[in-house]
């Protein structure tokens, strides 16, 4: 029995860009009812996440542990096969730049899946924060508190850094996306998932989907619009959830599909070089007639 290696689960790089162009391509030909299923799940999986990883900071008092936390529900939306807008972006984007589906397919999924999942975030900040009364009042325990003081930072933050630190954040998010592809065991895709998402989430980058858990969750809070304003709270999720989008694109998807077309016209060459070398040896050869 040989001894495995640490890196004997993973598969290349091309081939998981492939595997994620072929799963952009299938998801532009989904049903309704699956984006809607899928799409609002997820949603609801960031939202028990998130205020897991706000009760576990407060409980330890270290960032790192919101981090840490925050990043089991994109687990649950990976081992679930789930639709995120986020982590999906980079396989539609790779499936149009591949011409491997109608661009109106790719945008209605892209939209299918920002819809849902914005709805599955509203009714998780309402199912987990206000209807349990865990972050229903800012001025009545740490948690909403907390909620609302976030709430405020993402609120009153200047435009320009919350594009740059939601193009940041999807980066770190695509590229989780693509570890997970590239290993092919469980525990591989843990600790991919737990290392990129926790570097966005230690670092306070900006998400879209978590914003409309968090916002919609201040919004329901005591004087929460008074807090926030409705006008902040639409700015913050319009602009990040455009920077997300270009993140995701600009530096992994783009990338990624530059070594894909690389790769085809290396190919292409070898191809044509060994068709080549047939003719060749073919003329070469001596014509033996009876």
């Known amino acids: 029995m040989k001894p495995t290696t640490l890196i004997s689960d993973m598969i290349s790089y ?15 030909y989904q049903n309704v009812w699956n984006f809607m299923i899928r799409s609002f799940l997820s949603g609801v999986m960031i939202s028990f996440s998130f205020l897991f990883g706000v009760v576990a900071q407060l409980e330890s008092g270290q960032t790192i542990m919101f981090a840490l ?40 999924a892209a939209a299918m899946t920002y819809v849902f999942n914005a709805l599955g975030c509203i009714f998780g900040a309402f199912f987990t924060g206000w209807a349990t009364g865990v972050s229903r009042n800012p001025y009545d325990g740490f948690v909403g508190q907390k909620v609302a003081a976030v709430c405020f930072k993402k609120t009153h933050m200047k435009y320009h850094e919350m594009f740059v630190r939601a193009m940041a954040c999807n980066a770190l998010v695509s590229i989780a ?31 879209c989907m978590a914003n409309w858990f968090c916002l919609a969750n201040g919004i329901m809070q005591v004087n929460g619009p008074k807090n926030m304003t409705w006008k902040n ?58």
Do not use: W
């Open 14 to 28: 091309g081939e998981a860009a492939n595997r994620i162009t072929d799963a952009g391509a299938i998801r532009a």
């Open 69 to 108: 936390c925050f990043a089991i529900g994109l687990h649950y939306i990976i081992f679930l096969n789930d639709y995120l807008f986020t982590g999906d972006f980079v396989p539609i984007c790779l499936a149009g730049l591949n011409r491997r589906a109608p661009a109106g397919r790719l945008i209605y």
């Open 177 to 207: 996306t693509f570890m997970a592809n590239m290993s092919q065991t469980f525990c591989g895709k843990c600790l991919a998932v737990f290392m990129a998402i926790g570097n966005f989430s230690t670092m306070s980058l900006e998400h």
């Open 233 to 290: 709270t639409f700015i913050n999720l319009i602009l990040v959830s455009l920077g997300n989008m270009v993140g995701s694109f600009v530096i992994v998807s783009c990338p990624a599909y530059m070594q894909q077309y690389f790769e085809k016209k290396k190919q292409q060459q070898l191809q044509a070089e060994q068709h080549e070398d047939k003719e060749s040896e073919k003329e070469d050869s001596p014509n033996v007639s009876l």
